[in-house]
């Protein structure tokens, strides 16, 4: 089984500066999905970003950038020039490519990111 | 276009009863999947249907059970409900099932149990 795991329960950034989000996996599948969502106080989910294992490049999304060292099994999440809109819980999570399994998320405990001014 | 739509938001039930919980995906999604998150066991998959089929189960007991109806809505049902019930259940929904599609989440339905 899949396992995702976010070392970081609470981080804290400065508007304007830059914070990464660590996250860690553990699985012996080569083809997958990895996620970054944001859970902001009314609890909706929202994608902030996607990476494909296949691909070497890493994924960027505006402010959003990740850092995927598929060999570490490592996926952290960059967001640079933090807005207070930022503050939410982020929740790394591992999708299988794999038929049959291909919906189910696995997700971490999560990050709760202040944003300071 | 309207996004995943939840229903109830918020209830408290005594423990005992059953209850069902309704998601409206978005338009054209034949993928929907349910979520529990609880502050001690975090975001857990409950199960998955598409066309009307379960398609994928998590690792919850059988009081736990589902269904999707021809126009892709699905309701979940939990019986005799336990303290441990409470949670915030989360629904989503994708075009397919495939690994490939993007997951839309609702903004959750609030489960109290008493």
């Known amino acids: 089984a899949q396992t995702v795991t976010q070392s970081q329960p609470e981080m804290s950034v400065q508007e304007a500066e830059t914070v990464t989000l660590s996250c860690t996996y553990d699985?012996?599948?080569?083809?997958?999905?990895l996620f970054w969502y944001k859970q902001p106080p009314s609890r909706q989910m929202i994608l902030v970003i996607r990476q494909e294992a296949y691909k070497q490049q890493n994924a960027t999304e505006n402010r959003f950038s990740v850092n995927f060292q598929k060999a570490a099994k490592s996926f952290s999440l960059k967001i640079s020039d933090s807005q207070l809109g930022d503050a939410a819980m982020y929740f790394c999570?591992?999708?299988?490519?794999?038929?049959?399994?291909?919906?189910?998320?696995?997700f971490g405990t999560g990050t709760r990111l202040q944003v300071t001014l | 276009k309207a996004g995943v739509t939840q229903t109830p938001r918020y209830l408290i039930k005594t423990r005992g009863q059953q209850v069902t919980l309704s998601c409206s995906p978005i338009s054209g999604h034949r993928s929907v999947s349910w979520y529990q998150q609880t502050p001690g066991q975090g975001l857990q998959f409950l199960f998955e249907y598409f066309s009307e089929t379960q398609r994928n189960k998590g690792n919850f007991p059988g009081r736990f059970s589902g269904r999707q109806f021809s126009n892709s809505r699905s309701e979940m049902n939990v019986s005799t409900l336990e303290l441990g019930d409470s949670a915030l259940y989360l629904c989503?929904?994708?075009?397919?099932?495939?690994?490939?599609?993007?997951?839309?989440f609702g903004e959750g339905s609030w489960l109290t149990v008493v």
């Open positions: 989503a929904s994708s075009w397919a099932t495939g690994s490939g599609n993007t997951i839309y």
């Open positions: 999570a591992y999708r299988s490519a794999l038929t049959g399994t291909a919906s189910k998320l696995t």
């Open positions: 699985t012996s599948e080569s083809d997958y999905y």
